[in-house]
């Protein structure tokens, strides 16, 4: 479903990501780890071209993206995101922030857009927070909007950019129990996440990066309990304490 | 002191359909040129954060020749230059060298604001398909208006005050009016302290309407202040 092909990244002088060659099929959960700043993030944000990569493909449901002629609107149509630190709108209300994209992207009636919305808030467990502003929600409540956000532009695969990383350690779970549920009705999914309980657990494959590049990747079982890596192995141990 | 108050007194009696003109000639001079100045304040404030290289040239010469002149010399040079091409009215010509001036710092009130949002705010909405416009005005733009507010009405205020200056021009706004009668009735200092309450006056009627405004838009910070 995602494929991405030789991808070469600089941010000026620096290297970011090097020769990255990573295939998402349909409904597989990937779960990326690694030091920070080894490149985790751009790699997502590189996939719904949020970063600009300036060598290699990029290519979705078999359609390679070419940034300067693909409409890219349309294909993060396709890809949803989750950030760190949430990025709900502040002058919105929770049902606002979630049938923005829905109306003014995709053109569906307000009355359509809201039972999506509503739907999706009780999926998320937050059917009390309609009305709620984004500064009267906590960490945990404003990252499950957040999912819900992104779900209702019907996303074919949703990335997730650290999505617990902002939050209080009690948050954690909630966010994590949402992901949980979405990745067992098939959704696709790429998370960058220090959650290694989520990984060990979820991820049908794991990606160690390490200074911009892939070095190693298998199944949770081979990562954790059998890392080829001496890098991968100093990784986790610092993480797994 | 009882003089000062019957000099007064005698001035407000004699001139006082006069001073009232200046005045609303004021208020209209105003509110016309800031109209016009939020106006030029938005497309400056584009044309600085645009990528494109030559919008930013012009918006930065622009900006530099406003800060770089008094008012007062801007004021006649866009009076003569203008004249000098189009007929124009004084009041027009002064409208227009008031907006020119603050087109530019309420250009950079708006690019503050519009760059103070949280890059997050686009992502998300670039994210989530919308084109850059539409991310523009229906996220940040609105954020941006409101934190906008508070400056926004300071430079207002400032505005307010500096229009006393077209009267370089020969406009008879409140200034003006108030030195031809201090010339005509030589009570220099009585003239100007009715002109000066005049202003205060309006000052503080703007300053409450702001105020007001700041509170119905709950401006971010207006409620609370923390004090350390």
């Not at chain 1, 780890?33 to 985790?40: E, F, H, L, M, V």
């Not at chain 1, 098939?186 to 990066?209: K, N």
């Not at chain 2, 009130?109 to 705010?121: A, E, L």
Request: hydrophobic fraction near 50%; include cysteine; aromatic fraction near 8%.
């Amino acid at each position: 479903m995602i494929k991405i092909k030789r991808l070469n990244k600089f941010f000026g002088e620096l290297h970011v990501l090097r020769n990255i060659d990573l295939q998402i099929d349909e409904s597989e959960v990937v779960v990326i780890i690694g030091a920070s700043g080894s490149g985790k993030s751009t790699l997502l944000r590189c996939i719904n071209f949020l970063e600009y990569s300036q060598e290699g493909e990029v290519i979705i449901n078999d359609e390679v993206i070419d940034p300067t002629q693909t409409d890219l609107n349309r294909i993060r149509q396709e890809v949803g995101m989750v950030f760190q630190h949430f990025n709900l709108f502040p002058h919105k209300n929770v049902i606002e922030n979630i049938i923005e994209a829905p109306v003014y992207v995709k053109g569906l009636s307000k009355n359509e857009a809201m039972d999506i919305g509503r739907a999706l808030l009780n999926k998320v467990g937050l059917s009390d927070k309609e009305n709620a502003y984004p500064s009267q929600l906590s960490g945990g409540q404003k990252q499950r909007v957040a999912i819900a956000r992104a779900l209702a532009m019907q996303p074919v695969a949703m990335l997730f950019d650290e999505p617990t990383s902002a939050l209080d350690p009690e948050l954690v779970g909630e966010v994590l129990q949402v992901m949980k549920e979405l990745a067992k009705e098939g959704m696709t999914m790429a998370v960058v996440t220090h959650e290694m309980g989520f990984a060990r657990e979820m991820a049908d494959r794991v990606i160690v990066m390490d200074n911009g590049m892939i070095i190693e990747e298998g199944s949770p079982k081979q990562i954790f309990e059998n890392p080829k890596e001496e890098r991968t192995r100093e990784f986790l141990s610092k993480v797994l304490k | 002191m009882i003089e000062t108050v019957d000099k007064i007194f005698s001035i407000l009696g004699e001139s006082l359909p006069a001073l009232i003109h200046g005045l609303e000639l004021t208020i209209f001079l105003t509110f016309t040129s800031l109209l016009i100045g939020v106006l030029i304040g938005i497309i400056v404030a584009f044309m600085k954060i645009s990528h494109v290289r030559i919008l930013n040239r012009i918006a930065d010469v622009y900006l530099t020749v406003v800060r770089g002149l008094p008012l007062i010399v801007l004021i006649v040079i866009l009076y003569f230059g203008i004249t000098n091409i189009v007929t124009l009215s004084r009041f027009w010509a002064g409208v227009f060298a008031l907006a020119f001036h603050n087109g530019a710092y309420i250009g950079e009130i708006f690019r503050g604001t519009i760059q103070s949002i949280d890059r997050g705010q686009m992502e998300a909405s670039r994210s989530l398909g919308m084109t850059y416009f539409l991310a523009m005005r229906r996220i940040i733009l609105p954020q941006a208006f409101k934190r906008a507010i508070p400056p926004l009405g300071n430079q207002f205020i400032i505005g307010l005050k500096d229009s006393s200056l077209v009267f370089v021009i020969g406009l008879n706004e409140l200034w003006g009016t108030g030195q031809s009668i201090a010339a005509r009735t030589l009570m220099q200092l009585e003239t100007y302290l009715i002109v000066g309450l005049f202003y205060l006056m309006l000052v503080l009627f703007f300053s409450w309407l702001v105020e007001r405004i700041e509170r119905k838009m709950d401006v971010e910070g207006k409620r609370e202040v923390i004090r350390l």
